[in-house]
């Protein structure tokens, strides 16, 4: 199915959707909003979902053939929505192509596969970005703000809990689906990369399918995070908690107030004698910063179309998204292996 479109702007990067599913119409919404771009092409292979988001934008061209994208000289971007098991093949043809990419997280299934798509992007002169939505959050990156100022001091420990009842995935497991989320925030906090993953869970429901994960990295500084994720729980929970040694933060994606500070601590004394010692605990204020309201997925596509002009802008987000698949590949291996420690893929300037 194929519908002409407008001709587009000189000068606007045009750009086709591939997938249009569950994120895929969010994407052509943000980017037909979005003046950086202008959306020419729709791209899945399901004719009922091409003629309803095409009757949306009917200046679009749809199609169920990925080659009329790769193919057309006038296109300058694709933005991939497909099951992950796809990304590589399709954001490879689109990197070849010489076409601006942007895949939906993870990068990628392996961290061989991401590590080449990040080549051939530098090969090919291109813009290469990962879907790490959650990096545009303003109550993530207020958090990210109060670490940089150290005003947590130490942080002794992260806490994360991602649940929720569904949706299960046929393709990949609980980790690969929700662990991007949790990852990605992870890394963009610490800027530090885990010595080590442990992971246990099983298969509840499907066989083979592991549908609850709990994962612990480990970290150089003494650092530990516990990340728990699952698609069997009795309610939604999106909750990390950050324990310092001068205040502790917790972060709660969709509440009214995402992030709450609170003076609170534990104060050691050394024991003057053998056998003693003293703690003193402080209970302060809880505070409720003021955060930005704006939509992250905007951002995001704004900065995916200001790299295509900028060339290196958007460099460490794409090692980030890297090191996610690595994190990934780490704790679906821990997991096989019953909960032992693997290390790092950490690559080049992965740190």
């Known amino acids: 199915m194929r519908r002409r479109s407008s001709d587009p702007s000189p000068g606007t990067p045009r750009v086709g959707i591939v997938g249009l599913g569950y994120w895929g119409p969010n994407l052509a919404r943000v980017v037909s909003e979005s003046e950086a771009a202008e959306l020419v092409w729709l791209c899945d292979l399901d004719d009922s979902r091409l003629a309803k988001l095409g ?27 497909t099951p992950v098991f796809t ?23 392996t961290v061989a596969e991401a590590d080449e798509l990040v080549a051939l992007a530098a090969e090919h002169s291109v813009e290469l970005m990962c879907g790490h939505t959650f990096l545009y959050s303003p109550p993530v990156n207020a958090v990210r703000d109060l670490l940089v100022r150290r005003e947590l001091g130490d942080i002794y420990f ?12 046929r393709d990949v497991s ?44 480990e970290f150089g500084s003494g650092l530990l995070v516990n990340v728990e994720l ?17 205040k502790m933060v917790v972060y709660s994606d969709g509440d009214q107030e ?27 204020d809880i505070t409720s910063p003021r955060v930005d309201t704006s939509e992250p997925l905007l951002a995001q596509v704004e900065s995916f179309f200001h790299g295509v002009h900028n060339p290196g802008a958007n460099a460490r987000e794409m090692q980030l ?6 994190l990934l ?11 032992l420690p693997v290390g790092l893929d950490v690559g080049v300037g992965a740190a």
């Open 55 to 81: 009757r949306r934008y009917p200046a679009c061209q749809l199609t169920t053939s990925y080659e009329d994208l790769i193919e057309d000289p006038a296109l300058d971007a694709i933005f991939i929505a």
């Open 87 to 109: 990304h590589f093949d399709l954001a490879s043809r689109s990197l070849r192509a010489g076409k601006h990419t942007f895949v939906e997280k993870p990068l990628a299934s």
């Open 158 to 169: 992260i806490s994360s809990s991602r649940v929720n009842l569904g949706l299960h995935q």
């Open 174 to 217: 609980v980790i690969w689906d929700l662990g991007p989320h949790d990852f990605s925030i992870l890394l963009h906090w610490l800027d530090e990369l885990p010595v080590s993953v442990r992971a246990s869970g099983r298969d509840s429901v499907v066989p083979g399918v592991p549908d609850v994960a709990f994962i612990t990295l």
């Open 230 to 246: 699952s698609w069997l729980a009795p309610s939604k929970l999106r909750r990390t908690v950050l324990v310092g040694s001068e």
């Open 258 to 284: 995402p992030v709450r500070i609170y003076d609170s601590g534990v104060v050691y004394r050394d024991p003057e004698t053998f056998g003693e010692y003293h703690l003193s605990y402080r209970s302060g």
């Open 321 to 326: 998204a890297r090191n996610v698949v690595s």
């Open 329 to 339: 590949e780490a704790a679906a291996k821990s997991m096989s292996e019953g909960g």
